[in-house]
């Protein structure tokens, strides 16, 4: 596809339960961005890879939190042990220089 | 760490009407990019329109123009003849370069805007 494309689109899980999500960046973009949306509020920056650079891990929130980026495109960004506040969309940005591509999302919500 | 601050919550204007969005923003950077983008129901992130700090010019996108204020640290967007389509969440974001020319995007909480028929 032309977009960057995330998947699933919504998950629904249980508290403590362990969860991936992936996305698929646009093909050719060296530079993948996770974001976190809650609910009524604006986006967190997560995790940041750019090429075959160290990633900058700065805004995971606990190390609950991780995330890769396997050759240098596909990226999956695992949860594990979820919590309730952990509930949100997770979006995934890839870039050229100069704009972010974001993808549609992931709705988490964690019962 | 940069910081952007949205200061409306909500907005709710007729169609066809002009609406004004504020958005300030902190950073001790001279070289930097700003961002406005629209996020409709869909959820899908769109970008509306960009300034990059070191042009003096306003951005202008059709309907969609900024006034950038560096001094002020301000930059609003303005949506002239607005339509039913504008409804969505609005985000100001900030962006500082980082290396190859890469974006690192600090958001504002958002401003949800509705349009009126």
Not at chain 1, 7 to 36: F, M, Q
Not at chain 2, 29 to 36: A, G, I, V
Not at chain 2, 62 to 87: C, E, P, W, Y
Not at chain 2, 96 to 115: C, E, P
Request: some cysteine; glycine content about 8%; aromatic content about 10%.
């Amino acid at each position: 596809g032309a977009g960057v494309s995330q998947s699933p689109s919504n998950k629904v899980t249980e508290k403590g339960k362990d969860v991936e999500l992936r996305c698929d960046p646009i093909s050719g973009h060296t530079a993948l961005y996770w974001y976190r949306q809650s609910l009524g509020q604006g986006l967190e920056f997560l995790i940041y890879f750019q090429g075959n650079s160290a990633p900058d891990k700065s805004g995971l929130p606990s190390d609950r939190f991780s995330a890769e980026r396997t050759g240098g495109s596909v990226s999956t960004l695992t949860i594990q042990r979820t919590q309730q506040e952990d509930s949100a969309v997770y979006l995934c940005a890839s870039t050229p220089p100069g704009e972010l591509f974001f993808g549609e999302g992931s709705r988490l919500t964690v019962l | 760490a940069q910081t952007v601050t949205q200061s409306q919550p909500e907005m709710s204007v007729q169609e066809a009407e002009t609406v004004t969005l504020s958005c300030t923003y902190d950073t001790s950077e001279s070289n930097y990019y700003l961002f406005w983008y629209k996020q409709p129901p869909s959820r899908q992130m769109i970008l509306v329109i960009r300034q990059e700090a070191y042009k003096q010019q306003n951005a202008t996108e059709n309907r969609f123009s900024v006034n950038f204020q560096k001094a002020a640290k301000s930059f609003s967007l303005k949506i002239s003849d607005s339509q039913l389509g504008d409804t969505a969440m609005y985000f100001c974001a900030f962006g500082n370069r980082l290396s190859q020319g890469a974006q690192k995007l600090v958001f504002g909480q958002g401003t949800r805007l509705t349009i009126n028929p």
